[in-house]
C-alpha cells in the first residue's frame, strides 16, 4: 500500500521560510518521480514542483520558481520541499504525489501551510 507522509507545514510570516517532508513507504521510491501539490482555500489541486527519479531534473511552477527548492533522499524515502520568501498567496494544504508535472497520483494526506496577509 502506498503511503506518503506529509509534516513541516505551520504558521510563517510573509518572507519566512518552512521546510516541509514527505515520507514514503510501501513502493520503492526510488522508481518513481515525485511531486509538491496544493490546494489553497476553496481552490482545486494546483502543481507546484516535481523531480526525477534521481534528482538531476527538477520543474516548478512559475509561481513558486526561484523561491521553492524540490529535493529527495532517496536513501531515506524522503521528499523535500524547501520555501522561501513566502507569500501569502502560498496559503495552502500541501501534497507530496507520485507523479510528474501532473495533479494526479497518490497523495498524502496533507500538511497545512499558513501565511497572513
Known amino acids: 500500500e502506498v503511503q506518503l507522509v506529509e509534516s513541516g507545514g505551520g504558521l510563517v510570516q510573509p518572507g519566512g521560510s518552512l521546510r516541509l517532508s514527505c515520507v514514503a513507504s510501501?513502493?520503492?521510491?526510488?522508481?518513481?518521480?515525485m511531486s509538491w501539490v496544493r490546494q489553497a482555500p476553496g481552490k482545486g489541486l494546483e502543481w507546484v514542483s516535481s523531480?526525477?527519479?534521481?534528482?538531476?531534473?527538477?520543474r516548478y511552477a512559475d509561481s513558486v520558481k526561484g523561491r521553492f527548492t524540490i529535493a529527495r533522499d532517496n536513501a531515506k524515502y524522503t521528499l523535500y520541499l524547501q520555501m522561501n520568501n513566502l507569500k501569502p498567496e502560498d496559503t495552502a494544504v500541501y501534497y507530496c504525489?507520485?507523479?510528474?508535472?501532473?495533479?494526479?497520483?497518490?497523495r498524502g494526506q496533507g500538511t497545512q501551510v499558513t501565511v497572513p496577509s
Open positions: 504525489a507520485r507523479t510528474w508535472a501532473s495533479t494526479s497520483g497518490p
Open positions: 510501501g513502493f520503492t521510491f526510488s522508481l518513481y518521480s
Open positions: 523531480i526525477n527519479i534521481g534528482g538531476s531534473l527538477t
